[in-house]
């Protein structure tokens, strides 16, 4: 989905981009929920259940924000898109990729985050410009649990250092 307003639509410019950058926001969602819970499903191996527990973590929370992010839409009322070849065209990030073990999970959700906490604090930017300060204060909660999810996701990436204690 693309916004354009008419002519004869009295929203400005940046409330336009708002509503835009909560429709990509809102594919994001979704996009970023079915990459980890694709990655719930189908990881193996000897962490199996470290690793279906934290995607199933992940999936839950991010999951939960696809109602209010649509909701955040019609507040500026404008109708909320809902079809799924709407949600992967408005969404910035990529699709997964075959990931054949669990750090090449976690580098697709890596880059994924690091994309949607950027398209998050665009939003925020625009909400607040827009003087729409309950949708920046959604956001800005967003952005919060993506660098928590970034932060877990990074720590789970590095390699574990050998102690040199035995
Ligand atoms: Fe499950």
Same mark, same amino acid.
């Not at 019609?74 to 997964?96: C, G, I, T, W």
């Given at each position: 989905?693309?916004?354009?307003?008419?002519?004869?639509?009295?929203?400005?410019?940046?409330?336009?981009?708002?509503?835009?950058?909560?429709?990509?926001?809102?594919?994001?969602?979704?996009? +970023?929920?079915?990459? $980890? *819970?694709?990655?719930?499903?189908?990881? @193996? =191996?000897?962490?199996?259940?470290?690793?279906?527990?934290?995607?199933?973590?992940?999936?839950?929370?991010?999951?939960?924000?696809?109602?209010?992010?649509?909701?955040?839409?019609?507040?500026?009322?404008?109708?909320?898109?809902?079809?799924?070849?709407?949600?992967?065209?408005?969404?910035?990030?990529?699709?997964?990729?075959?990931?054949?073990?669990?750090?090449?999970?976690?580098?697709?959700? +890596?880059?994924?985050? $690091? *994309?949607?906490?950027?398209?998050?604090? @665009? =939003?925020?930017?625009?909400?607040?410009?827009?003087?729409?300060?309950?949708?920046?204060?959604?956001?800005?909660?967003?952005?919060?649990?993506?660098?928590?999810?970034?932060?877990?996701?990074?720590?789970?990436?590095?390699?574990?250092?050998?102690?040199?204690?035995?």
């Amino acid at each position: 989905m693309h916004y354009d307003k008419g002519s004869d639509d009295q929203m400005s410019d940046v409330m336009v981009m708002l509503v835009n950058n909560l429709a990509k926001n809102l594919g994001n969602s979704v996009i +970023f929920t079915f990459k $980890a *819970q694709g990655h719930h499903w189908n990881v @193996e =191996g000897d962490t199996f259940t470290q690793y279906h527990d934290f995607f199933g973590m992940i999936y839950e929370d991010v999951q939960e924000s696809i109602d209010p992010m649509a909701e955040n839409i019609r507040k500026l009322d404008v109708k909320a898109p809902h079809n799924l070849v709407e949600f992967a065209q408005m969404s910035s990030l990529e699709d997964s990729p075959e990931c054949k073990n669990v750090q090449m999970m976690l580098k697709d959700l +890596f880059k994924a985050n $690091a *994309q949607f906490v950027e398209d998050l604090n @665009e =939003g925020i930017e625009l909400a607040e410009k827009c003087r729409e300060y309950g949708i920046a204060d959604f956001l800005t909660e967003r952005v919060d649990m993506q660098k928590k999810w970034h932060w877990m996701i990074r720590s789970h990436m590095k390699k574990t250092v050998p102690s040199y204690r035995k």
